[in-house]
Nanobody, 121 residues
Framework: QVQLVESGGGLVQAGGSLRLSCAASGSIGSINEMGWYRQAPGTQRELVAG???????NYADSVKGRFTISRDNAKNAAYLQMNSLKPEDTAVYYC???????????????WGQGTQVTVSS
């Protein structure tokens, strides 16, 4: 069984920073792409940032220059450093990863349970 667990959300004032963490555990063969998504009330879930196993990154235009995604392959973990936070960044943030479970021959998408980020004005 493979699990993703996020941590690091919370309440912060506009202009502040938060760091989200995502740890994968279980019977893992390999982890390909990892990413962070967010969903605000009444909106669709959107990609915030993604990172390949080789470290290539991509970002939503709305967070470029403010957010940084990174990963530690040895720890099966990904991180999202969020700086200069704005009220419009308020959402539930989800970790996503394409993981090939051990003894499987293809990757499957996994999601974390989500962590709330609230930015007050």
């Amino acid at each position: 069984q493979v699990q993703l667990v996020e941590s690091g959300g919370g309440l912060v004032q506009a202009g502040g920073s938060l760091r989200l963490s995502c740890a994968a555990s279980g019977s893992i063969g390999s982890i390909n792409e990892m990413g962070w998504y967010r969903q605000a009330p009444g909106t669709q879930r959107e990609l915030v940032a993604g990172i390949t196993s080789g470290g290539n990154t991509n970002y939503a235009d709305s967070v470029k220059g403010r957010f940084t995604i990174s990963r530690d392959n040895a720890k099966n973990a990904a991180y999202l450093q969020m700086n200069s936070l704005k009220p419009e960044d308020t959402a539930v943030y989800y970790c996503n990863a394409n993981i090939r479970p051990r003894f499987h021959n293809r990757s499957l998408p996994y999601w974390g349970q989500g962590t709330q980020v609230t930015v007050s004005s």
